[in-house]
C-alpha cells in the first residue's frame, strides 16, 4: 500500500506536486498561529470574533511571497541547504508584512512573542515537510542527486549504444528514449520506455528530465532543426553524440556526448563538395599553410591530410598551438596510411630569412595563408603590430612565393575587408589589394586569389564558445548591441570552401562564399540559452536563469558586416561560391603607398597611420578621437561615436 502510494505521487505532474504543497501550507500556516496564540497564553486575543480574521490574512500574505520566493519552484528532490536559507527569508518577510497588514487594518496589538513564534514556527515546519517528503519519496534516490536525469532521442542502434554506456554510470539516470517511430511506441528497449516526440513535454514535466541527448548520427540537417526547434521551447539541456562515422568503431564514452554542434545552431544544411575541385592544389604536392595552429589554420591542415599531399608545411609563431597541431596531424597521418611529409617551423610571415629559406628550393606549390591578427579591439588598440602582420607579412609572403614560382597562393580573407570601419578590416583588404596587384605583373606566374567569408562558429575570439562560457558561469551573456548581425559559417564548411574556390582560380580572383542569411547575434544567445535547459531573464521573464546584456558597440565594430564592395559578380561551378570583380591598383602605385604607411609605422603616429590608410582602402572611415585630414576626396572624416 505504501509503495503504491509513493509511486502515485512520483508519477504525478511537477505542477500537481507544487499545488499539493500550496494546499499543504494553506492549512499548516493558520495552524501554526493558532498554536503560537495558545503557547504564549495570549488566546485572549481571540475572544473577540473579528480578530479570527488573523488566520485568513495570514494565508493571503505568506502564500504569494512563498510564490515569489520560488519555495514552490524548487523540484523535493534537489531539496538543499540553499533552498533552507529562502524558507528562512520567505518565512520572516511573510510574518513582517502580515504584521504591517494588522497594522493597517487596527487590529488589536498582537505580542512580539506570537510574531516571533510564528515565524520560527512556520520556517521549522515548512522545513520539515519538505525534508520529510524527500526522504519518504525518493530515499536511497536523493543521496545521488547530482544524477541527470535523461531522456535518449532516438531508439536505433546509436541511442542504443548510448543507453549502454550511460546505464553503469552513477551521474546518469535513464528514463527512457524518444523516437518517432510508431511502431517503437510504448515498447521497451533495454529496459526503457519508447515515447512518441508528441509525449516528449509531458515527459520532461512528469519525470523532471535533466538532459535530452540526440542519438540521431544519421539524420538530416533539416530533421535535426525541427528536433531543436521543439527542444528549444522546453525546459531541458540539448546534447548530442558524435557523427555516424565516430561510432562505427563502437568506443562512445560519455566524454563523447557534445553540446549542441554548432552546425545546428545555423539551422541550414551544408552543400556537399565537389570532388573534382578538392585535390587540384593538393594531392601529391608541396602545402604550406601559415597560421597553421590557429582555428581556420588548422581545419585547413586536417583536411589537407584526407587529400593525401607530398608534404605539408606548417608556418605557426605560437610553439604550443603548433606542438597541439601536429601531434593530432601525426595521428592522421597514421591512420590514412599515406606516406606524408609533415614539417613544422616555428616562425613568423614577417621573418624575410625565414621565408626566403622554405622557399629556396623552389619546391613549396601552393600557399594557404591563414596567418593573421583578427581580434578588432585588439588590432585597433595596436595599429602597427597588426598592419605588420597583415599587411606586410602578406606582402613579403606573396612576394617570396611569387619569387619561386610557386603555383598557387590562397588568401584567407574577411567580410571586414569591405568597406572596413577598423584597422583589422583595412589590413586585410590591402592584403587583398597586394595579390591582386601582383597577379597582374607580367613576371607572376603564380595563382594568387583570395576568398572572402563572414564569421565561422567556433574559432578563437568566436561569439559561441564565449557564450557558453557565460552561460556556464551563470550569466550574463555579453551583447553589443540588439540590432546586430553577423554571418556565419562553420570552420569545417568554410574551410571545404576556400579549397575548391583556390582551385577555380585564374589569378587575382576574389572569391565571396555564399554565407546565407545573417543571424542577429542576441537570437543566437537566446537559442543557445535555451537549449542549455535555461529561460532568458528579462523584463518579461524576471526569474529567468540568464540575462542578455547589451554593451554598445566596440570602436570599430559594425552593425552589419558585407561581402562584396560593388555590385559585379559572377557565379562559378559551385553554388556557394562566387566572384567579385573589384577595382584595386597597379603595383607601382600601391607600392608608393604603402612604403608612406611603413615610414609612419616607423613614428608609431596612430593619427597619420589612419589618415594614409584612407588613402589606400576606398570607403575606410576609421573611429577617431579627432577628424583627420584626407588626400582622398571620397572619404569624409568623421569622428568616433558611441
Known amino acids: 500500500m505504501k509503495s503504491n502510494l509513493k509511486k502515485h505521487i512520483l508519477n504525478r505532474s511537477r505542477s500537481e506536486k507544487r499545488l499539493f504543497l500550496i494546499a499543504l501550507d494553506i492549512f499548516l500556516i493558520p495552524l501554526i498561529l493558532f498554536i503560537s496564540f495558545y503557547s504564549t497564553e495570549k488566546q485572549t486575543f481571540l475572544q473577540n470574533s473579528y480578530n479570527w480574521l488573523v488566520f485568513p490574512l495570514s494565508i ?11 519555495l514552490y519552484r524548487a523540484i523535493l528532490k534537489y531539496f538543499r541547504s540553499h533552498a533552507i536559507g529562502s524558507i528562512l527569508i520567505a518565512t520572516l518577510i511573510a510574518a513582517v508584512v502580515w504584521v504591517g497588514a494588522l497594522v493597517l487594518l487596527n487590529f488589536q496589538h498582537i505580542p512580539s512573542s506570537v510574531v516571533l513564534l510564528y515565524w520560527l514556527g512556520t520556517f521549522m515546519v515548512i522545513t520539515v515537510t519538505r525534508l520529510s517528503a524527500q526522504q519518504w519519496l525518493y530515499g536511497e534516490i536523493s543521496k545521488n542527486a547530482s544524477a541527470k536525469k535523461v531522456l535518449i532521442y532516438g531508439a536505433g542502434s546509436a541511442g542504443s549504444q548510448l543507453a549502454m554506456v550511460l546505464k553503469p554510470d552513477p551521474s546518469y539516470s535513464l528514463i527512457g528514449f524518444i523516437d518517432d517511430d510508431k511502431s ?35 539524420a538530416n540537417r533539416s530533421n535535426r532543426q525541427l528536433i531543436l526547434e521543439q527542444l528549444e521551447k522546453l525546459p531541458v539541456h540539448v546534447r548530442s553524440i558524435p557523427a555516424f562515422a565516430d561510432l562505427v568503431s563502437g568506443k562512445l564514452q560519455t566524454a563523447d556526448i557534445n553540446d549542441i554542434d554548432i552546425d545546428d545552431l545555423l539551422g541550414r544544411n551544408i552543400v556537399e563538395p565537389d570532388s573534382s575541385l578538392l585535390p587540384i592544389n593538393i594531392t601529391n604536392k608541396v602545402i604550406m599553410v601559415t597560421g597553421a595552429g590557429g582555428s581556420i589554420g588548422s581545419e585547413l591542415c586536417r583536411q589537407i591530410i584526407s587529400l593525401a599531399p607530398k608534404k605539408l608545411i606548417l608556418l605557426e609563431q605560437s610553439e604550443f598551438a603548433l606542438y597541439k597541431i601536429e601531434q593530432e596531424l601525426d595521428a592522421l597521418i597514421k591512420k590514412s596510411e599515406n606516406h606524408i611529409e ?31 591578427y583578427k581580434h578588432v579591439p585588439l588590432v585597433e588598440e595596436n595599429p602597427v603590430a597588426g598592419l605588420a602582420n597583415n599587411v606586410f607579412g602578406t606582402q613579403l609572403l606573396a612576394e617570396t612565393a611569387m619569387n619561386a614560382n610557386a603555383e598557387s597562393f590562397i588568401l584567407i580573407s574577411t567580410d571586414k575587408a569591405v568597406r572596413p570601419t577598423n584597422v583589422m578590416g583595412c589590413s586585410k583588404r590591402i592584403a587583398e589589394l597586394i595579390l591582386q596587384a601582383l597577379a597582374e605583373k607580367p613576371e607572376s606566374k603564380t595563382v594568387f586569389t583570395m576568398v572572402r567569408f563572414g564569421n565561422v562558429l567556433g574559432s578563437s575570439g568566436s561569439v559561441v564558445p564565449k557564450f557558453r562560457q557565460q552561460i556556464k558561469e551563470g550569466g550574463p551573456i555579453t551583447v553589443t548591441h540588439k540590432d546586430i548581425t553577423r554571418f556565419f559559417m562553420s570552420i569545417p564548411e568554410a574551410v571545404q570552401l576556400v579549397i575548391q574556390a583556390g582551385a577555380m582560380a585564374k589569378g587575382g580572383d576574389v572569391f565571396v562564399l555564399d554565407m546565407g542569411e545573417s543571424v542577429k547575434i542576441a537570437d543566437l544567445a537566446e537559442k543557445m540559452i535555451k537549449l542549455s535547459g535555461l529561460s532568458v531573464k528579462n523584463d518579461k521573464n524576471p526569474d529567468g536563469d540568464i540575462a542578455i546584456q547589451f554593451n554598445g558597440l566596440r570602436p570599430g565594430e559594425k552593425l552589419y558586416e558585407e561581402l562584396l564592395i ?25 607600392e608608393q603607398k604603402l612604403d608612406k604607411l611603413e615610414k609612419i609605422m616607423q613614428v608609431d603616429n596612430i593619427l597619420e597611420i589612419k589618415s594614409q590608410l584612407t588613402n589606400i582602402v576606398d570607403g575606410y572611415k576609421p573611429w577617431l578621437e579627432k577628424p583627420i585630414m584626407s588626400d582622398n576626396k571620397n572619404v569624409i572624416p568623421i569622428t568616433k561615436s558611441y
Open 60 to 70: 493571503l500574505v505568506a502564500i504569494p511571497i512563498y510564490m515569489k520566493m520560488g
Open 342 to 372: 609533415l614539417n613544422r617551423v616555428l616562425g613568423s610571415v614577417t621573418n624575410e630569412v625565414l621565408l626566403k629559406r622554405l622557399f629556396q628550393n623552389k619546391t613549396i606549390q601552393t600557399i594557404y595563408h591563414a596567418a593573421a
Open 566 to 590: 560593388g555590385e559585379n559578380v559572377s557565379g562559378t561551378k559551385h553554388q556557394r561560391i562566387m566572384r567579385a570583380n573589384e577595382e584595386f591598383m597597379t603595383w607601382s602605385t600601391l
Open 184 to 218: 517503437l511506441e510504448g515498447w521497451n528497449v533495454l529496459g526503457l520506455k519508447v515515447f512518441s516526440p508528441l509525449q516528449l513535454p509531458a515527459s520532461i514535466e512528469k519525470y523532471c528530465v535533466d538532459e535530452v541527448i540526440l542519438a540521431l548520427p544519421s
